[in-house]
């Protein structure tokens, strides 16, 4: 794999994260400093696993190749 290659993968998971973190931002923010319930704590959960899936894709990115 070539380095621009790589930079091209990289770039689009830098995306993704940042996308991700966005919708975490606007859940948070549909609460209005308030607590988040149930729902909105599950989503926040799962899109905080999806964006450390996206970290750990990128440190393999540089590992294996």
Not at 2 to 24: F, M, P, Q, S
Not at 31 to 46: F, I, P, R, S, Y
Request: glycine share 4%.
């Amino acid at each position: 794999m070539t380095n621009e290659e790589k930079a091209e993968i990289y770039h689009n998971l830098l995306l993704k994260h940042d996308k991700l973190d966005g919708r975490v931002a606007d859940i948070k923010s549909e609460a209005a400093g308030k607590d988040l319930n149930k729902e909105q704590l599950l989503e926040v959960n799962n899109l905080e696993v999806q964006k450390a899936q996206v970290v750990a894709q990128a440190q393999q990115l540089f590992e294996n190749y």
